[in-house]
């Protein structure tokens, strides 16, 4: 199976299309019209936005006011912008600048959210594989906060992160999950590292990357190990209808959520159930349940910081185009080479061969 070039692969969602489809359809019984019109808008404006991508490369907007005193880091340096869109629509949004790199904290939660959890992220990847912020090169971190009016959704255009503050019942405010802010930046990483294009298998697998960095980091901030963690991805985005429920789940894909409002989550985690659909780029958020489970088992074996190694390692190896046959080829050829370098335990290239059989992919 081929992978579309027909998307443009700079503009991705933390919340899947399929989900807001269905919440826009819920039924009055379930949810109330105001949170189903939050659904549709968001959908609306996200497709609007997809299709802007696909006839033009993003642009970072030009900068709007700026609060005294408050200044955007150099260029190149790693610093980080957060802007603050006041509640409109619109490409590119209104906003105002409300911290730069170095500024105390504001009164805005969601600024502060913006600005710490894209602290951890952009530290992270430094500190633990010697990255220079999300192209290698100091790339300054730009977070746009409070998009539109109930907007259900954060994502990652290709320059900039934008947020929403979410419908207040089924979703709250995207900035204060720290694993949204990860797995969103990780596509930029991704973007300036292979690219891959952001449909079918490929899409799956950009998917997958930004989920695994995004529990990574997560699990950073928390100290918690590969034993301790929920290995949920979007838990702390759910509103008061969905306590206890997520978007996916790396332990057990196909069991984050299933409920009136959002329905079942559809992730497979076996190959052979592979799910086919044009929706969703050729179900780019459905189908990265299959390596996902292999992130998840070969972490539970050697820890998530060793196997984070490797998984950076394979990302920096795989075509625009990868398949999960490349996917599964270059896992193994990492796992391998990080042995033989004493960076992940001798054993580590076995347990990668067992978790990839698992999910039928070796």
């Known amino acids: 199976m081929k992978p579309r070039q027909t998307y443009h692969p700079c503009f991705c969602t933390f919340i899947p299309p399929h ?10 019984a379930v949810v109330d019209e105001k949170t189903r019109e939050a659904a549709r808008t968001s959908l609306t404006q996200d497709n609007q936005m997809r299709a802007n991508r696909a006839v033009q490369a993003a642009k970072t907007p030009k900068l709007g006011d700026i609060i005294e005193g408050v200044m955007a880091p150099p260029k190149g340096t790693a610093g980080r912008e957060v802007y603050s869109c006041a509640f409109q629509w619109g490409e590119p949004p209104p906003f105002t600048l409300m911290r730069g790199e170095g500024d105390p904290l504001t009164k805005d939660d969601a600024v502060n959210a913006a600005y710490n959890h894209g602290g951890a992220v952009r530290d992270n990847y430094k500190n633990k594989l010697g990255r220079n912020s999300i192209d290698n090169l100091g790339m300054n971190q730009i977070h746009n906060v409070h998009f539109g009016m109930q907007y259900d959704n954060a994502f990652w255009d290709g320059t900039k992160m934008t947020y929403g503050d979410g419908d207040g019942t089924v979703f709250t405010n995207f900035t204060k999950d720290p694993d949204v802010v990860a797995h969103e930046l990780t596509h930029g990483v991704t973007q300036h590292t292979c690219n891959l294009i952001y449909a079918d298998q490929s899409g799956a697998l950009n998917e997958h990357f930004s989920d695994v960095f995004g529990s990574v980091i997560q699990q950073a901030i928390a100290g918690q190990t590969a034993h301790d963690a929920d290995w949920l991805m979007g838990d702390g985005i759910m509103g008061p209808a969905l306590a206890g429920e997520a978007l996916r789940s790396m332990r057990a894909p196909g069991t984050a959520y299933d409920n009136n409002f959002i329905g079942k989550d559809p992730q497979p985690d076996h190959v052979s159930h592979y ?19 292999v992130f998840y088992l070969v972490a539970m074996d050697i820890g998530t910081d060793k196997a984070a190694l490797i998984w950076y390692d394979t990302l920096q190896k795989l075509p625009p185009d990868a398949m999960f046959q490349h996917f599964a080829f270059f896992l193994t050829d990492s796992a391998r080479l990080l042995t033989n370098n004493g960076q992940v335990p001798i054993g580590t290239s076995q347990t990668v061969r067992v978790a990839l059989k698992e999910v039928g992919l070796y």
């Open 275 to 293: 799910y086919f659909t044009q929706w969703d780029n050729g179900g780019v958020h459905i189908n990265s349940g299959i390596p996902n489970k």
């Open 19 to 28: 989900v807001l489809e269905q919440l826009s359809k819920a039924s009055e």
